[in-house]
């Protein structure tokens, strides 16, 4: 027989635990949560974080309510050892919010690690080494003795500085790094040794990181390795049982979940599931799988598209419109079967009642998504035809949720009409409804011009690019002028200044082509004062001046909004 691909592989061993109790647990309570998101998902970025990204990142994760967070790889780099320093000199850190930091098992990379975090109220050291056997022969050549020993030396050095420093709340993290491709017996052996000499207590508890460094095995056969470590730690009532689940396999979600059913009390993860080849577990489907299940997770996702506007502008990486939960098209059904029963469903849905609404396996409104996308454009035809005509023949490329929020427009002239909706018909609505052309609609702001006044470097520099605005008001003049770390916030900040709190929630831009000339055209979402979302649409040959039109034209269609509701 030719060999084949599958001859290269072999299936990795079952675990003998025939007295597994892990398939009859249940989840009745969350896992602590630790982000790895500033740590392992910045390491996976194509342009890993600046501090001002990770500062925000940082405080996002404090807002939504994580309490154990992992900033960085401090002896890898002056700009992570610089942000661990810039956290604790600032006092950035809530007194509730435990920092960890990562290190490998050298001394100059823990004295360096050790001293980023010098000064902290507590702290996380998190050490690691790997310990499987392909690693042993193929990348250290060493003997399970000479592994061993690594973890020790490098655990009695950590107790040693930290000794050394008491004002600090000390805890100590170690991971048998490759974990899930090592034998139980030496991955215990190695675990014992370290807490022997850390000598945690039931007071003083010391952590355990068993990672799926690489998911090798289905996620039960992590769950056996999990509760066979679970029954014969030494020390085990000292010591907090973490996982830490990579998605080679796809499974990272279902291994974390079943590691939790096998005595696992905490899980480390990224938002969304950035990380390292495939990712580490996506902390948000983890969590809100909770829900489902009528246990809180006790994280605040009640605005999860803000948390994800957040994450994809610090990561530079979009969430996929089906990630589970938070993606774009995750409570669209484009089945008319599907779009009936959910229908059906949200009509006879009371409020403060079990949810039952079919194909829904949480209510949106948990999350602050509306339910436009499940009623109104699902219950509607032409979104994709009119989405298509405008991209083939006029060259604008809509962002989904304008596509659906545009769709209704397209839909209430049909309805009026009678007859198909042509491009031009499509067109022209759009322009009306988006570009401020409508000759019946009297425009509260103007775009008049504008000038860059200054452009400083370094880009550090919080109010580095400067600029003002013309615009008439109700046909009055008006300047305005802001300040900010890049051009869109300059310009958000040049509109506070005449109390317009706006916040942009999306933006997009791409070159398009008007009569004959390249210009630029921009779509912007808003929610401005009232916390009503709006788009607006600018489509200019500069591409500040575009942003600005979008903009303006956003607060236009927000004033006209409010006068038709005032008029009702």
């Given amino acids: 027989m030719s060999p084949t691909p599958s001859n290269k592989y072999r299936p990795f061993p079952a675990i003998q635990l025939l007295d597994r109790t892990w ?73 509730d919010v435990t920092i960890e930091v990562l290190t490998q098992s050298r001394e100059d990379l823990i004295r360096r690690t050790i001293e980023s975090v010098q000064g902290a109220r507590r702290a996380i050291v998190h050490l690691y080494n790997p310990i499987a056997p392909a690693f042993r022969r193929i990348v250290f050549n060493m003997s399970r003795e000479e592994i061993k020993a690594i973890a020790c030396n490098g655990t009695r050095l950590i107790k040693q500085l930290t000794d050394q420093r008491p004002e ?16 139980l017996d030496f991955s215990k052996e190695v675990c014992d040794a370290v807490s022997a000499i850390w000598q945690p207590s039931p007071a ?23 509760e066979w470590m679970h029954r014969h730690l030494a020390r085990r009532d000292a010591i907090i049982l973490s996982v830490h689940p990579h998605n080679d396999r796809g499974t990272a979600v279902a ?38 299940q009528g246990v809180s997770p006790g994280l605040d996702f009640s605005d999860i598209d803000a948390v994800r506007q957040c994450v994809e502008s610090c990561n530079q990486l979009p969430v996929h419109p089906r990630h589970p939960y938070v993606g774009d098209l995750v409570f669209t059904a484009f089945s008319g079967s599907h779009q009936d029963a959910i229908k059906k469903g949200l009509a006879q849905q009371a409020k403060d009642t079990l949810w039952e609404v079919p194909y829904l ?15 109104r454009v699902n219950s509607q035809s032409g979104k994709g035809g009119m989405a298509f005509l405008l991209e ?37 609505i759009f322009c009306q409804e988006y570009l401020g052309t409508s000759p019946a609609t009297a425009a509260t702001y103007a775009y008049q011009a504008h000038h860059i006044l200054e452009h400083r470097t ?30 869109l916030d300059a310009i958000v900040q040049a509109f506070q200044t005449i109390g317009q709190e706006i916040s942009i929630m999306d933006q997009h831009q791409h070159a398009v082509t008007v009569d004959q000339q390249a210009k630029t055209a921009c779509y912007i979402e808003l929610r401005s004062n009232d916390g009503i979302t709006r788009f607006g649409v600018g489509i200019d040959d500069n591409a500040v001046a575009a942003t600005i039109l979008a903009i303006v034209n956003a607060l236009n269609r927000d004033a006209g909004a409010r006068e038709t509701r005032l008029a009702a």
Wanted: proline share 6%; net charge negative.
């Fill in 23 to 95: 398939p009859d647990q249940i989840i009745s309570q969350p896992p602590i949560w630790m982000s790895t998101d500033l740590r392992d998902g910045n390491q996976a970025l194509i342009e890993p974080m600046n501090a001002a990204k990770k500062l925000r990142f940082f405080e996002m994760l404090v807002h939504i309510g994580i309490k154990e967070i992992e900033v960085a790889f401090p002896s890898a780099s002056d700009t992570d050892f610089d942000f661990v320093r810039k956290l604790i000199t600032e006092n950035r850190i809530p007194d």
């Fill in 168 to 183: 600090t709340e000390w805890v100590f993290e170690y991971s048998p790094e490759t974990f899930s491709m090592a034998e």
């Fill in 204 to 226: 003083r508890k010391m952590i355990i990181n068993l990672p799926t460094t690489v998911e090798c095995a289905t996620p039960n056969i992590y769950a056996d390795q999990i």
């Fill in 255 to 292: 291994s974390a979940e079943l590691a939790i059913m096998a005595g696992a009390d905490r899980v480390e993860g990224c938002l969304f599931g950035n990380g390292e080849r495939t990712g580490n577990v996506d902390l948000v489907t983890l969590a809100l799988n909770l829900y489902t």
């Fill in 361 to 375: 396996p949480i209510d949106p409104a948990d999350l602050g998504r509306s339910y436009d996308a499940v009623i």
């Fill in 392 to 428: 083939q023949e006029y060259g604008l490329v809509l962002p989904r949720r304008l596509q659906i929020e545009f769709s209704r427009a397209v839909q209430a002239a049909a309805d009026r009409s009678g007859q198909e909706m042509t491009a031009n018909a499509i067109h022209t």
């Fill in 458 to 487: 370094p880009s550090s520099d919080p109010a580095h690019l400067q600029l003002s605005i013309d615009l008439l008001h109700h046909a009055q003049p008006q300047a305005l002028h802001g300040a900010g770390c890049g051009t």
